[in-house]
């Protein structure tokens, strides 16, 4: 019998609202929130998970894993890929990746990056497959070591890890194995990212919170969820996947999401690839585990 939940707390709504559920639940006594920034982690999202466990009575430690993904190479490796593309890239430089293609035309799967240069001059390149798979490895480092960090406190007090992931992360496979998709329970999964903030405005969460895009928090450029991986509205998605789900036609669905027939039917099979990569993943996880 686990006494109490750990959770990474980012500063965004998923997280405060499994705060907020989580002290309700079982009392803020059992519920410890993490707070794990790293150098790309601006100051105002550790700020934000702070006020989020202030505000609803929970503990928190504070674990700043710099140091940890120096020396696992996090961000020699990222840079390095990133000097594939951009070879003046410095360390320092704020940089991201986004999603190419959109809605309005059958999506071929590419990223862009995206640098920016000490005089605000902003560049974007598409990227090698290669490249690609360099920085998003070395990146999901960070997830990776915060589950590594939930875990050693978990355990330490006879608690379970709480994870923060919502419906359309979930189902979708917007998460890391073994990293954020990994948890002992997740109380938001069937929830889509409409009714997180619903429930965030019904809990008191604040409203600094509620009012921010979700962010990947991992690329020290901002960048929404949508750029980096859903591609559309995260409103959107909700809608299509709830039709997706329910097996309405696209026709049918399209006035409702405020797209074209065919943007629906994009959208659809988009929903389908993801899926599949999300199931085999999950599999994995099974077999292995």
Known sequence: ???GVVLGVSGGVDSAVCVALAAAALGPERVLGLLMPETDCPDAVTARGRAACEHFGVPYVMQDITATLRTLGCYELRDE????????YSEGWPMNISLG???DRDRVSYFRLTVQSPSGERRTRRMDADVYRQIVAATNMKQRTRKLVEYLHAESRNFAVLGTPNRLEYDLGFFVRGGDGLA???????????????LARHLGVGADVIGLPPSTDTYSLPQTQEEFYFGVPLRTMDVVLHGWYAGRPAAELAAEADLAP?????LYRDIERKRRVAERGLRKAILLG
């Not at 002992?184 to 619903?198: C, G, R």
């Not at 065919?262 to 994009?266: H, K, L, Y």
């Open 1 to 3: 019998m686990r006494r």
């Open 81 to 88: 890929a990133v000097r594939r593309v951009f070879p003046d």
């Open 101 to 103: 293609g959109s809605a």
């Open 184 to 198: 002992d329970v997740k109380p938001i999964a069937h929830l889509y990212k409409t009714q997180v903030y619903a």
């Open 262 to 266: 065919d943007q629906v039917s994009r």
